[in-house]
Nanobody, 129 residues
Framework: VELVESGGGLVQAGGSLRLSCTASGRSANGRTFGTYDMGWFRQAPGKEREFVAGIKWSDGSTYYADSVKGRFTISRDNAKNTLYLQMNSLKPEDAAIYYC??????????????????WGQGTQVTVSS
C-alpha cells in the first residue's frame, strides 16, 4: 500500500487547510482501503511525532488529540481511497510535517500508531503568526 499526502502549504494563523491522503495498492493481508483504520500524525522540528486524529473503518468513529479538538475534522471517502484532514483556526503550534497512516488489520492503537503498517511520506504545514 502506498499512501501519498497532499494539501500542505503556508497559511496565516486563523486560516484553514485541507490535507488529503490517497491510498493505492492492496495490503499484504489482501484488504483494501475501505477496511483500514486510518489516522494522521504530525511532527514538528525537535519534537516527537504525535497523534492528531484517527477514524475507524467499521463504524466511522473518530478520535482527536485534545490540542486539535473542535478545530480539525478527519473524514474519509472510501470510493476515492482518500483520507482527509480539515484544519481550521490554525495556530503557529500546528506547524509540522503531517503524516497519514493505515492499519490494515484494524488492531492498532490510534494514539501510538503501533500496528499501523503503512505510512505516507508527509506533507509540510507552515503557519505564520
Amino acid at each position: 500500500v502506498e499512501l501519498v499526502e497532499s494539501g500542505g502549504g503556508l497559511v496565516q494563523a486563523g486560516g484553514s487547510l485541507r490535507l488529503s491522503c490517497t491510498a493505492s495498492g492492496r495490503s499484504a493481508n489482501g484488504r483494501t482501503f475501505g477496511t483500514y483504520d486510518m489516522g494522521w500524525f504530525r511532527q514538528a522540528p525537535g519534537k516527537e511525532r504525535e497523534f492528531v486524529a484517527g477514524i475507524k473503518w467499521s463504524d466511522g468513529s473518530t478520535y482527536y488529540a485534545d490540542s486539535v479538538k473542535g478545530r480539525f475534522t478527519i473524514s474519509r471517502d472510501n470510493a476515492k481511497n482518500t483520507l482527509y484532514l480539515q484544519m481550521n483556526s490554525l495556530k503557529p503550534e500546528d506547524a509540522a510535517i503531517y503524516y497519514c497512516n493505515a492499519d490494515s488489520s484494524a488492531y492498532g492503537d490510534f494514539e501510538t500508531g503501533s500496528e499501523f503498517d503503512y505510512w505516507g511520506q508527509g506533507t509540510q504545514v507552515t503557519v505564520s503568526s
